[in-house]
């Protein structure tokens, strides 16, 4: 199993879903993993993960992926809008109580 030696992270700004982070872990056997995800992603939905041997190369193409995920996800979304009576849940300090979601 691969074990992780050493983690950076970045931070980008970009057009389609705001600030872009992506965390490049290095691991023991020299490979790398690029994990990016969107900063605003409440739900957590949309992330990229690429491995490899070239960081460089890795965190574009995890960027890449992402893109291509969060763009299909918002497709998805507005193709099949959630009702007008969909809400969710917010736990906060322990209290639960109902929020009207956007629509």
Known sequence: MKKVVNREWFSTRDKIGGTLKTELCSHD????????????????????VATGTDPQNI??????????????????RTENPAPAWYGKL??????????KAKV
Not at 32 to 42: G, L, N, R
Not at 59 to 74: F, I, M, P, T
Not at 90 to 99: E, L, P, Q, T, V
């Open 59 to 76: 965190v574009k193409k995890s960027r890449k992926k992402l893109r291509k995920e969060w763009k299909e996800e918002l497709q998805y």
């Open 29 to 48: 056997d020299h490979t790398y993993t690029a994990i990016s995800f969107y900063w605003q992603d409440e739900a957590g939905d949309c992330y990229g």
């Open 90 to 99: 917010i736990m906060a300090n322990g209290d639960i109580s109902y929020h």
